[in-house]
């Protein structure tokens, strides 16, 4: 079913427009790059910061306020590229089990992140105390920066896992 969506997009004006012009997917693949890059090291930030690791001069919901617009913003530039991606190369994509796995693990990531961040945001005087930050909270930081990072290796995969 995918494989015959993507051969219908791969066929379609739009499609064809994007994949004559050379220099659009190496442009949008840097942008994707960037904003991996800003919600890498702001989950990689937070995390340090709820593990005691760094930032410890500032409270977990300065850290928190700080990061969390970059994150979702990132996410938005993230799906947008990807979007752009997968309609000039849909099989390339669609067809991949790095990009599959990849696209269903971003929930898994995601959800948690958003849900620390509003119970930081929603009770931050809670947070802020000292040792407030239990060690379930910290070995399930870890964990959701583990999926981020896998999130990422799954990306770069995607050039080299055979595809339709
Ligand atoms: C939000 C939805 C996202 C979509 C729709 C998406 C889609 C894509 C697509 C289509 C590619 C091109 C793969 C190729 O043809 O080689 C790609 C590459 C990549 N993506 Fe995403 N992506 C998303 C989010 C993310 C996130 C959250 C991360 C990591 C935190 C990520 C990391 C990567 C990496 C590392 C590459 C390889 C870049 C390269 O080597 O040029 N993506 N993504």
Redesign the pocket.
């Known amino acids: 079913m995918l494989l015959s969506f993507a051969k219908w997009l791969a066929a379609t004006p739009l499609s064809q427009t994007l994949q004559a012009a050379l220099w659009v997917v190496p442009a949008v693949?840097s942008v994707?790059?960037l904003?991996?890059a800003a919600?890498?090291t702001s989950v990689w930030v937070l995390t340090f910061r709820l593990l005691g690791l760094s930032g410890r001069g500032r409270l977990v919901s300065q850290v928190s306020g700080d990061v969390a617009p970059w994150i979702w913003w990132a996410?938005g530039v993230?799906?947008l590229?990807?979007?752009i991606?997968?309609i000039i190369?849909p099989s390339?994509?669609l067809t991949?089990a790095a990009?599959l796995t990849?696209?269903s693990l971003?929930p898994v990531?995601a959800a948690p992140t958003y849900v620390l961040q509003a119970a930081v945001r929603r009770d931050a005087a809670l947070w802020d105390r000292q040792g407030a930050v239990s060690l379930a909270i910290k070995i399930g930081a870890v964990a959701v920066l583990g999926v981020?990072i896998a999130?990422?290796?799954?990306?770069?995969f995607?050039?080299y896992v055979e595809y339709a």
């Open positions: 693949q994707h790059i904003a991996i919600v890498m996410l993230l799906l590229t990807g979007i991606l997968i190369e390339r994509e991949n990009f990849k696209m971003i990531a981020w999130i990422a290796v799954l990306g770069r995607i050039a």
